[in-house]
C-alpha cells in the first residue's frame, strides 16, 4: 500500500509520485504536505536530505497552471541546488508540462532573459533574481506560491537584505513556505512579518547516533595529508567527502591527493558554473571516489551513497559541523565520520563538543604513516608585483649591461660611477670634457657675464625682485577647488 494516497495529493499527482518509486513518506512529507496542498503557510524544519523538494513540489504542481506566467517562485542558496530543485520539480510535473527553469550568477544572463518569457515556475539564487528585476526582466505579480529552501544557509550567507527586497516584490495574496534544517532567530523574524498564520512543521534534525560513528585524530599540522592519504587507502569506503573550511585548502587538499594517486576531484565556489555542474555528476556516477569540497556541497545537494566523511578541517559553526556528518548514515544506512585535528582546530571542535554533548566522538591513536608527497598551491591572489614573478627586479640589466647579482666591480672592468679615487678615468662626454670637469650646477661663477640673456640684452640676474617695495604680503595657504562641488575640497554640500 502506497501510503502518500492519505495526504490529500491529486490524483495525476499520486500517479507520478508512485512512478517515481516512492511509497512510504519521510516525516516533513507525512507532516507537511496535507497542509500544503490546503494552501496554508508553512514553516518546516527537517535535516538535509529529508524530503522536502517533494513536499513542497507537490504543492506547487498542484497549483500551478500552464501559460499564464511565472506564478511559482522558489529560491535557493546555492546554485548547484537550484539545479537539483528545478529537476525534482521537472520529475513530479511529468505530463502536465510545465515550463520550469532555474535562474542564477555565474552563466549567460541572455538566455535567462529569453527564456523567462515563458516560464511558469523559476527556481533562482537571490543575487541573479535582483538582476533581472532591477532589468525589469521578470514578472511577479503573478506568484501564487514563494519558496525559501534552505533559509537559514540563506541567512547565513548575507541574503537577508535580498531576501526581503524579493518577497515585497511578490503579491501579498500567496502560499509562503519556509523550509530549514534550522530554525534561527532571523527565520522567525521573517516569518512574523511574512507568513500568514503559518504551521509549524518540526521533526528528528539530527542522524542517528547508532548509525553513525564519529573518530577524530589529533595530529600536527605537517602530518594531515600523510594521515589523510593513509585512511583513504586503509578504509573500505564507498564514496567520501572530505571538508575544507576555504577554496585555497581545498585546490591545497586535492592536488596533494592526486600527487598521492588517489582518484579525488574539487568543488567550491570560486570554480565555474559549468565545471561544478561536470564534477558532481562525475563523482554521483562514481568517476572519482573522494570528492573534496567546501560547505557548499553540505547543504541540500542530492549525494548518494557517501559511506565516509573526512573532517579536513573543523567548521567554526557548530552547526556546519552537523549538516557536514548529515551527508551520510541516510536511509537507515550506516556511515563514519573521521576528524583530522590539529592544534588549530581545538577551539572549533571543543564547540562542537559543548554544543552537541550527545556526540560521541571517540579518540583513536594515530597510526604510523608513511610521510606522503606534497606540492604547494600558488595563491590565486595578484602578487605586489602586478603579475611579474618575485625575482623581475633582480633580472633587470645595470646601466652597463652587467646582469645584477653578478658581484662587485673588478678592477680591471673600469672605474665606478661613484667611485671618488677614480674620477680621472671617468668617461667622457661626447666633446670631450670629463664629468668632473663640469661646473656645478648652483656655481656663482655662471651669473657674472656668461649668464642667460633676456631679449632685451639685460641679464636676469638684474631684474628686480618680485617684491623690492617691500616684504611679500601673507594672503594665507593656497585652497584648490573642485569645480563639481563649487567650494573647497572637503566641504562637502549637503
Not at 504543492?59 to 535557493?76: H, N
Not at 600527487?259 to 563523482?283: E, M, P
Not at 672605474?415 to 661626447?430: F, I, W
Request: charge should be positive.
Amino acid at each position: 500500500m502506497n501510503l502518500f494516497e492519505n495526504l490529500g495529493l491529486s490524483r495525476e499527482l499520486f500517479e507520478v509520485i508512485e512512478r517515481l518509486g516512492f511509497t512510504k513518506p519521510t516525516q516533513i512529507q507525512e507532516r507537511s504536505i496535507p497542509h500544503i496542498m490546503k494552501g496554508r503557510d508553512v514553516i518546516g524544519e527537517s535535516e538535509t536530505g529529508s524530503g522536502k523538494t517533494l513536499a513542497f513540489g507537490s504543492g506547487i504542481v498542484d497549483k500551478v497552471v500552464p501559460g499564464k506566467g511565472v506564478q511559482a517562485l522558489v529560491l535557493s542558496p546555492t546554485r548547484e541546488l537550484a539545479e537539483q530543485v528545478k529537476e525534482s520539480i521537472k520529475q513530479l510535473s511529468h505530463g502536465k508540462h510545465l515550463r520550469i527553469m532555474s535562474v542564477y550568477g555565474g552563466v549567460s544572463i541572455n538566455p535567462q532573459i529569453h527564456d523567462l518569457t515563458n516560464a511558469e515556475v523559476v527556481v533562482a539564487t537571490p543575487g541573479r533574481l535582483l538582476d533581472h528585476l532591477n532589468r525589469r526582466t521578470i514578472d511577479l505579480s503573478r506568484v501564487k506560491i514563494l519558496v525559501l529552501d534552505e533559509a537559514d544557509r540563506m541567512l547565513d550567507m548575507g541574503f537577508i537584505d535580498d531576501v526581503e527586497k524579493i518577497i515585497r516584490v511578490c503579491p501579498k495574496q500567496r502560499q509562503t513556505m519556509f523550509f530549514s534544517a534550522t530554525i534561527s532567530y532571523e527565520i522567525k523574524r521573517l516569518a512574523d512579518r511574512y507568513l500568514n498564520n503559518p504551521i509549524e512543521v518540526l521533526t528528528n534534525k539530527y542522524v542517528d547516533p547508532s548509525k553513525l560513528k564519529q573518530v577524530y585524530y589529533d595530529v600536527s599540522k605537517n602530518m594531515k595529508i600523510s594521515v589523510l592519504v593513509h585512511l583513504l587507502r586503509e578504509e573500505d569506503t564507498d564514496l567520501v567527502l572530505v571538508f575544507c573550511n576555504t577554496r585555497r585548502t581545498t585546490d591545497f587538499v586535492v592536488k596533494n591527493l592526486r600527487t598521492n594517486k588517489v582518484n579525488a576531484i574539487a568543488i567550491h565556489g570560486g570554480l565555474s558554473q559549468n565545471k561544478r555542474t561536470s564534477t558532481l555528476k562525475s563523482f554521483n556516477d562514481a568517476k572519482a571516489e573522494v570528492l573534496v569540497c567546501t560547505d557548499v556541497a553540505a547543504r541540500g545537494l542530492h549525494i548518494e551513497n557517501v559511506s565516509h566523511v573526512y573532517n579536513y578541517e573543523i567548521p567554526k559553526d557548530s552547526k556546519d559541523y552537523v549538516h557536514r556528518i548529515g551527508r551520510t548514515a541516510r536511509a537507515g544506512e550506516s556511515g563514519k565520520v573521521i576528524n583530522i585535528l590539529c592544534d588549530l582546530d581545538h577551539d572549533n571542535f571543543g564547540r562542537i563538543q559543548r554544543d552537541y554533548r550527545n556526540f560521541e566522538i571517540e579518540n583513536l591513536d594515530t597510526p604510523r604513516v608513511e610521510q606522503a608527497t606534497t606540492v604547494r598551491v600558488e595563491s590565486r591572489g595578484r602578487s605586489n608585483n602586478r603579475g611579474r614573478p618575485n625575482t623581475w627586479r633582480r633580472s633587470a640589466p645595470r646601466r652597463d649591461g652587467r646582469p645584477r647579482g653578478s658581484g662587485p666591480r673588478r678592477d680591471n672592468e673600469g672605474p665606478r660611477r661613484h667611485d671618488n679615487q677614480r674620477r680621472s678615468d671617468a668617461p667622457r662626454r661626447h666633446d670631450g670634457q670629463r664629468r668632473t670637469d663640469s661646473p656645478k650646477r648652483h656655481d656663482s661663477s655662471r651669473r657674472t657675464d656668461d649668464g642667460p640673456k633676456r631679449d632685451d640684452g639685460s641679464k636676469r640676474s638684474d631684474s628686480p625682485k618680485r617684491n623690492d617695495s617691500g616684504p611679500r604680503k601673507f594672503h594665507g595657504p593656497k585652497r584648490r577647488y573642485d569645480n563639481r562641488r563649487k567650494g573647497p575640497r572637503g566641504n562637502f554640500r549637503r
